[in-house]
Nanobody, 115 residues
Framework: EVQLVESGGGLVQAGGSLRLSCAAF????????MGWFRQAPGKEREVVGG????????YYADSVKGRFGISRDNAKNMVYLQMDSLKPEDTAVYYC????????WGQGTQVTVSS
């Protein structure tokens, strides 16, 4: 059973940084592409970006390109989202999942960016 546990969110001022972590269980992490997603209040969940199973390839939504970076540690079954130059519009609950998404979503981690 796929289990995903996100952490690292919090309240930060605009222009600040946060690093989110995602611990993955219940599947072969090292051979799975992973992604980060977010859902703002009143909006649908959207893709933030993703990373290939090896970590060699990443992609990002235009809204975060150049500010966010995704990395992974296959030895630890962890995927990370480094968020820099945060903007108030980045406020959302952030989730990780496989690409394409599979199983139940984790509880997510709240990121709030104040102006």
């Amino acid at each position: 059973e796929v289990q995903l546990v996100e952490s690292g969110g919090g309240l930060v001022q605009a222009g600040g940084s946060l690093r989110l972590s995602c611990a993955a269980f219940g599947f072969t992490f090292s051979s799975s592409a992973m992604g980060w997603f977010r859902q703002a209040p009143g909006k649908e969940r959207e893709v933030v970006g993703g990373i290939s199973w090896s970590g060699a390839f990443t992609y990002y939504a235009d809204s975060v390109k150049g500010r966010f970076g995704i990395s992974r540690d296959n030895a630890k079954n962890m995927v990370y989202l480094q968020m820099d130059s945060l903007k108030p519009e980045d406020t959302a609950v952030y989730y990780c999942n496989l690409v394409p998404p599979r199983g139940s979503w984790g509880q997510g981690t709240q990121v709030t960016v104040s102006s």
